[in-house]
Each structure stands twice: as structure tokens, then as C-alpha cells.
């Protein structure tokens, strides 16, 4: 699941392959430029289409995006996994 | 221009290049809002495919889109699917052929519905479709909160839900520039791609960014109960970008092969 999100993300942010692995503890917003109010918007709508869920706008935050591991953790969540 | 209930709708037809009078016949059914825009090149590189492989086309602009009559604001659901069911009308006593239904992204939600006001079962072909109205219609209302989520906690911020809430109360909401009303709104939510009783042909397109091109988990358990309700659904997926809505206008050639191919295969 790590790797699908990680992907997910270098897709839709366009990020440029710089031979560091994302791990958990990777922090993302306020870390990654890319990754602004917009982009946190096209990030949800790639794993709600991906993965088939919706996420209402109480279910996430900053903290969701804060590190990899947390919007890992969060999709996680959403499938039930 | 088809001159239909709240007036004319502008349309493209590309009439099939060879061989005379063609072999079958299309309806494109475009996406909403800003992924019309995004994609109307990639609908007229398939457009013209179509035609030259034999298959007439017809482009329609929905209401209140493109250069039909009305504004978006005039624009329901029901009006749509109204609107894609008169084209396909229109191509059926023009060519002789009953059109598949050529539908991106929402534009396969409303070619679905359309399908109960026609007479014969059309073959469809879906890219990249929206299975869910009720998600598309949540991460378009996003659009207008995208700002506050994650800035402020939660109590603070307006939600999709209140945005929704006022939709149900009969406002129309003004959203990246789009005049959403509820009468459009709260169709697009009720609308899914459901299997269908009837067995029905489908070839289900999808762009993917992963090597090699994969259809999304979401979209292949779709296409299996698809297939489980009787349809015979072939799905792949081809390398390319989002063209709905990358920030430039981008094309996907494998994409126009793909389905070029695919419809050939329905006319052997």
C-alpha cells in the first residue's frame, strides 16, 4: 500500500524521480513545494478513483498530509485494511 | 445546430470518410465543465479516427456547454441525457446505423442513463469513466473548500456538506467559475455506472501512469460485475496522461489506436 500511495503522489505532483525512497516518516506538507492547497485536492481525487471511496472533508486535515506514513496510514483506513 | 427543447445545440458531424456510407456510427458524450475543455482535442483526434476507419461521428455540445444555446447555470441532468438520446436520434436516421455511445469521464454516466430512452442497446465505449456521480460531484464541490482543508481544524471551515445542503435547499452554487445548479447537481450525485440487466458491449479505456499501463483496482472491480451481470466488457489500459485535465493540453495517440481498434473489432 505504501508504494501504490508513494506512487500516487510523484504522479500527480509531478515529482521528479531523485533516487530517494519516500519512507513513513517522509515529511510531505511544508516539505514538498509542489504539494500546495491544489494539489492536496488532485492527491484525494487520484486515490478516491484509484481505490473507489470518497472522503468527506472532516476526514482529513493537515496532519493527514503531514508524512507519508500518515496519508498511508489514512487510505489504509478507508479501506478497512 | 439540433434544435431541441431550450434551443439549438451545436454539433460537429464527421461523416465517414470510406468506405461510402461507412460501417457503423458514433456519439460522443463529453465530460463536465473544465474537463470539456481539457479534452476537446483528444475528442477530435478520436473523432476523425473514427471517420477515416468508417465510422461516422457525431459531437454534441449539451446545454448551456460550448457553443450550444443556454448557460451552464440552465443545465440539468435530465436535460443532458435528453440531449445525448436526441443525437443519437438524430445520427441513427442520418446514417442507418445505430451509434455506439462514445463517453470521458461524466460523459459515461450520462451515455449509461441515455440508455433507457433508447430503443436498441447501443455497444458503448467508456474512457476513463466516473463511476461514481456522487464522488465526482463531491471533488467538484471540493474545488470551492480546497483552500480551507488544510488550513483551518475542522469546526472553522465551510464543508461539501453545507455546500451540498444549500444545493438540496434549491441555491445554485457559483464554483471555479461554473454556475453549478441543483437541478444539474443532484442528478450527477444519484448517477452510477451500474451493471445493466441488459448484455451490452463495452469497451471500458482507461490512461494509466504506471510501466506497464494498469487498470485501476476501483475501475476492475466495476468492469467485473459488469461482466458478472452478462455484459461482455473488454478493459485495458494504455500509457498516458490525464488529458482531462493536465495543466496543458496534452493527447494520448496510444488511446485513439486503442479504441479505434476496439470499435473496428464490434463491425467484423
Known sequence: MHSEVVKVLEQTLNLKPTGVRMDADTPLLGAIPELDSMAVVAVITTLEERFGFTVADDEIDGSTFATAGSLVAFVKSKLGA | MLPLAGGGRFCLFHPAASPAGGIGAAVYVHPFAEEMHKSRRMAALQARALADAGISVLQIDLLGCGDSAGEFGDATWSRWIDDVAEAVRWLHGRTGFVPLLWGLRSGCLLAHAALAKLP????????QPVISGKQHLQQFLRLRVAGELIGRAGADRTSTNELRAQLEGGATLHIAGYALSPGLALG????????RA?????AWLEVSGSDPPEVSPAGQMR????????SEVSAAAVAGLPFWQTQEIAQCAALIDATTAAVLRWRQ
Open chain 2, 198 to 202: 441488459t448484455r451490452t458491449r463495452v
Open chain 2, 223 to 230: 468492469v467485473t460485475a459488469w461482466q458478472a451481470a452478462g
Open chain 2, 188 to 195: 450527477l450525485d444519484a448517477a452510477d455506472l451500474a451493471p
Open chain 2, 120 to 127: 436498441a442497446t447501443p455497444d458503448l465505449v467508456f474512457w
